[in-house]
């Protein structure tokens, strides 16, 4: 089974609307962490936002947040009032345990229209 | 700070033929990895460090090799390039088990 599924390969959004990009994980231990990345036609990978399992609150940083529901084993990164700079790939990441090592989903191309 | 290099950022190799990619940090990060991204495909661990004289293998390992001497370098070397490894290889670098650092990649092709 896939540890990262991100369902959308593509998405399509207004110039300053609110966009939702899915990721849901698989893992069994306890303690991990969740990472969005961006990585624009250019080809650099640029970290967005992290969420530690144990962490109480949604992480949020600027125009981006992450929707955890850990229950549903869920971690949607909102991007609000989308730029078109913000058209782009988007991937997903977890780390488990006490590892270092990062597992990406395959990612969500997104583009904002004007 | 330079943050993680890698070079070089595109090559062509004939198949059979071998070559290191190189990748420096100079964050003084203990873990370093070598990933490789294919279309659709997102990106695949290839070999991982979690420090100078420890290497381990990733989820594609086949066909490469690292070594870690210093805590900056974490050179990929292809042994004998095939077809198959055509891809973009991406280095990154994290201190503990935080966000990682990407290098801008190296484009390969293998004809």
């Known amino acids: 089974a896939q540890k990262i599924t991100q369902t959308q390969p593509g998405m399509f959004v207004q110039e300053k609307e609110a966009v939702t990009l899915d990721c849901t994980y698989d893992?069994?231990?306890?303690?991990?962490?969740l990472f969005w990345y961006k990585q624009p036609s250019s080809g650099e990978m640029i970290f967005l936002i992290y969420?530690?399992?144990?962490?109480?609150q949604n992480a949020t940083e600027g125009r981006y947040s992450l929707n955890f529901q850990k229950a549903r084993k869920s971690a949607n990164l909102v991007i609000s009032a989308s730029q078109l700079g913000d058209s782009a790939m988007y991937f997903c990441?977890?780390?488990?345990?006490?590892?270092?090592?990062?597992?990406f989903g395959k990612g969500t191309l997104l583009t904002v229209n004007p | 700070n330079a943050g993680v290099t890698q070079t070089p950022k595109f090559q062509v190799l004939k198949t059979g033929q071998s070559m290191t990619l190189q990748c420096a940090q100079d964050?003084?990060?203990?873990?370093m990895s070598w990933y490789r991204q294919d279309p659709g495909m997102g990106l695949r661990l290839i070999h991982y460090?979690?420090?100078?004289?420890?290497?381990d293998q990733g989820e594609v390992p086949n066909g490469y090799n690292v070594s870690r001497s210093t805590t900056e370098d974490f050179p990929l070397r292809l042994l004998s390039a095939a077809p198959s490894q055509t891809s973009v290889y991406f280095c990154?670098?994290?201190?503990?088990?935080?966000?990682?650092?990407f290098g801008p990649g190296t484009r390969l092709t293998v004809l």
């Open positions: 990441a977890m780390r488990e345990g006490s590892n270092y090592k990062l597992t």
């Open positions: 990154a670098s994290s201190y503990g088990r935080g966000e990682q650092f």
């Open positions: 964050m003084n990060h203990e873990y």
């Open positions: 460090s979690v420090g100078a004289g420890i290497t």
């Open positions: 969420q530690g399992s144990y962490d109480q």
């Open positions: 893992t069994s231990d306890p303690s991990y962490g």
